[in-house]
């Protein structure tokens, strides 16, 4: 199927899944504004996406509003206060799965209650997760991609103590392509977050169900690190380019290492779209802002270095982009990120513009879906190293290092871009490549996001650290980059290792342009 560009005049969605667009574009069409439709699609996700997120992982927001003031939300929970590393003993990492790994307190609602709380809409919580909840209720059919997924992790999760297997595996086996998931005491939850408030996720009788699940299936998150937890309101970083002003999510998120992407690149000479100057320099900037996250990124209380500081320096960053060879490869043997993610975006008429991000981190988060409440809750705190000190240490109440991050562009002709994928390592690699297409080479919008793509790092489920390229780039360029000296992994057609991005771009005029990914199952929803 071949996707083109959607547009709207009115409001406009984008999400990897058709049923959560269609959802956020409701609310647009019943007078609420973006964040309200932000929120329905966040719902939505949720529930017909629990593979890539939930209300038991986290998420983040960058908000552009209709002044072109832009501010961020951290909904991001830290660690709980009674993890030790004598917790941990005998083991030589966080697992991945199961009560450890569940060791961070969620903090997606919380970042919905405190976005909602700037945004001046009128819509009820009922309304918002209306669709939600009948999802959950009524059941929703499985996708292929959540299928394979399910079938992939299926041994490892069902081993988990809680009600996985009783909610994704109800005839005994994973769900299959077109079978009906129905999730009915999430549908309940929902529910109780309208009857009792958002805030009754970490104070009240539904956090004291989430606190008693948690305990019975052995995670150190108590009642007490809930009701401890609020939502930030953290201001994004930013840098500028040719003809923009970029906005993405500040530590303990890798926003930083995104904006740094395109501003080197900014500095380098490519003459066209995906040609070798292009896809070598991203690659090579990519290295240089790694070694970078990777050194510094995490919980912005135990690092001292000036993120934005770097960002503003011009003549740091002259010197960074000089350290990249225009024709050959920095050797690269660095361990790959992990993390699957959903990203989404809505525009409103009144100049609105919302680029958020949530996630469970892996593939149905730690494992444990809560009996009580069908909260599948993540393992973000899977990422902590295992140390006394240093980068991204285990410590009580910290923040782990994120890969999400929700990007936003304002550009000096008036247009205003939300754009984002899932991905993990290739969050900031598949943003850079989809804005630097549309931004800098002029192309169009949907073929910006169709068209090939690559990833430096890890594939799902592998470590890997090969430069991976889908089919369809220019023959000679594989050859071109290899001769550079990457080390080139050709991995097929288009493929979901590349994530699911989206984005939308809201003209001057008022009017909306939107697209979606063909890797997901997403659409575009305007009017």
């Known amino acids: 199927m071949v996707l083109t560009t959607v547009s709207g005049r009115e409001g406009i969605v ?10 956020g574009l409701a609310v647009l069409q019943d007078g609420g504004n973006a964040v309200e439709a932000t929120v329905a699609v966040a719902a939505c996700l949720a529930v017909v996406y629990p593979h890539m997120t939930g209300i ?11 002044d072109g003031a832009v501010h961020g939300i951290h909904g991001c929970g830290g660690a709980a206060g009674a993890v030790s590393l004598e917790m941990y003993a005998g083991l030589e990492a966080v697992p991945f799965r199961g009560p450890l790994a569940a060791n961070t307190v969620a903090g997606t609602i919380s970042g919905w209650a405190t976005a909602l709380a700037s945004a001046g809409g009128s819509l009820p919580m009922e309304r918002l997760l209306r669709d939600a909840i009948t999802h959950a209720e009524a059941g929703v059919a499985v996708t292929a991609g959540q299928a394979a ?44 977050l309208c009857e009792e408030g958002l805030e009754s996720f970490y104070s009240g009788p539904l956090a004291e169900d989430i606190a008693a699940d948690l305990e019975a299936l052995g995670s150190p998150v108590s009642a007490a690190d809930l009701a401890a937890h609020a939502a930030t309101r953290a201001e994004p970083l930013t840098t500028r380019i040719r ?75 002259d010197a960074l982009a000089a350290k990249i060879d225009p024709a050959g490869a920095l050797a690269w043997p660095q ?31 730690s494992g444990l879906v809560l009996p009580r409440t069908g909260i599948t809750w993540q393992n973000r705190g899977s990422s902590f190293r295992l140390a006394e000190h240093g980068w991204n240490a285990l410590k009580p109440y910290r923040k782990p290092f994120h890969t999400l991050n929700p ?22 690699q598949t943003q850079a490549a989809l804005f630097t297409r549309y931004a800098r080479f002029g192309v169009d919008l949907q073929a910006a996001i169709s068209a090939p793509r690559w990833l430096l790092g890890r594939t799902w489920g592998d470590q890997s650290t090969t430069l991976k390229l889908e089919d369809g780039f220019a023959p000679d360029l594989y ?48 009017w």
């Not at 809505?346 to 680029?355: N, Q, T």
């Not at 290899?482 to 097929?492: C, I, L």
Request: proline content about 6%; overall charge negative; glycine content about 12%.
């Open 14 to 23: 984008t999400a990897p899944h058709w049923l959560a667009a269609e959802a």
């Open 56 to 66: 038991g992982g986290d998420g983040f927001w960058v908000i552009h509003e209709p």
């Open 149 to 192: 997924i399910a079938a992939a992790k299926g041994p490892e999760l069902r081993a988990q103590p809680g009600a996985y297997a009783a909610t994704f595996e109800p005839e005994g086996r994973p769900l299959q392509a077109g079978d009906v998931l129905r999730q009915p005491v999430l549908a309940e939850t929902l529910r109780r």
């Open 243 to 317: 003809d923009a002003q970029l906005w993405n999510s500040a530590p303990p998120t890798q926003g930083f290492a995104s904006l740094l992407i395109l501003a080197l690149f900014d500095r380098l000479e490519a003459s066209a779209a995906d040609g070798f100057d292009h896809v070598h320099g991203l690659v090579e900037v990519t290295k240089q802002a790694f070694l970078l996250r990777d050194r510094h990124v995490g919980d912005p209380a135990f690092t001292g270095f000036d993120f934005q500081g770097l960002l503003d320096d011009a003549a740091a960053l």
């Open 335 to 365: 361990p790959p990120q992990w993390g699957d993610t959903c990203w989404f975006g809505a525009a409103d008429g009144e100049g609105r513009v919302v680029s958020a991000i949530q996630s469970t981190y892996f593939e149905f988060g």
């Open 407 to 428: 990007a936003l562009a304002r550009f000096d002709d008036g247009r205003v871009m939300a754009y984002g994928t899932m991905g993990g390592e290739g969050q900031p």
């Open 479 to 526: 050859a071109a980059l290899e001769a550079a000296g990457h080390a080139v992994e050709r991995v097929g057609p288009l493929t979901a290792t590349m994530g699911h991005a989206g984005a939308i771009v809201r003209h001057a005029d008022g009017r909306f342009d939107g697209a979606t990914d063909p890797r997901s199952n997403g659409a575009v929803a305007a």
